[in-house]
Nanobody, 118 residues
Framework: QVTLVESGGGLVQPGRRLRLSCTAS?????MAWYRQAPGKQRELVAS???????YYAPSMVNRFTISRVNHKNAVYLSMENPRPDDTAVYYC???????????????WGQGTQVTVST
C-alpha cells in the first residue's frame, strides 16, 4: 500500500503561479496529477515516470508543468497562469506500472482543493 499526501492547494488569484506538492510513502514508478471540477468527471492533468518522462493531457499542454524528485518520492504540479475554470480538487495518484487511459492509477491521495478566484 502506498500513501500519497498532497499539499499546496487553496485560494489563488487568476494569473498567480501555484505549485502543488505530493509525497509518496515509498518510491513508485508512475506519479500523476488528476483533477475533478464540480459536476465533472475526474480527468488526467499530467503524469511522470521514475525516468522523469512527462506526459500531459492534450488540453493541459503549456498550462501545467509536472516535475519529480525521486530521492524525495515527491511530485509537483505548477500552474503558471491559473484560470477560474481550473478550480477543482486536485489529486495525486500513483501506480507501480505504466497505465493506458482510461485506466486509472491504483493509489490515490485525499485531494487538495484549488480555487481560482479574485
Amino acid at each position: 500500500q502506498v500513501t500519497l499526501v498532497e499539499s499546496g492547494g487553496g485560494l489563488v488569484q487568476p494569473g498567480r503561479r501555484l505549485r502543488l506538492s505530493c509525497t509518496a510513502s515509498q518510491s513508485i514508478y508512475l506519479m500523476a496529477w488528476y483533477r475533478q471540477a464540480p459536476g465533472k468527471q475526474r480527468e488526467l492533468v499530467a503524469s511522470i515516470t521514475s525516468a522523469l518522462s512527462p506526459y500531459y493531457a492534450p488540453s493541459m499542454v503549456n498550462r501545467f508543468t509536472i516535475s519529480r524528485v525521486n530521492h524525495k518520492n515527491a511530485v509537483y504540479l505548477s500552474m503558471e497562469n491559473p484560470r477560474p475554470d481550473d478550480t477543482a480538487v486536485y489529486y495525486c495518484a500513483a501506480d507501480s506500472q505504466r497505465i493506458t487511459p482510461p485506466q486509472m492509477p491504483t493509489f490515490w491521495g485525499q485531494g487538495t482543493q484549488v480555487t481560482v478566484s479574485t
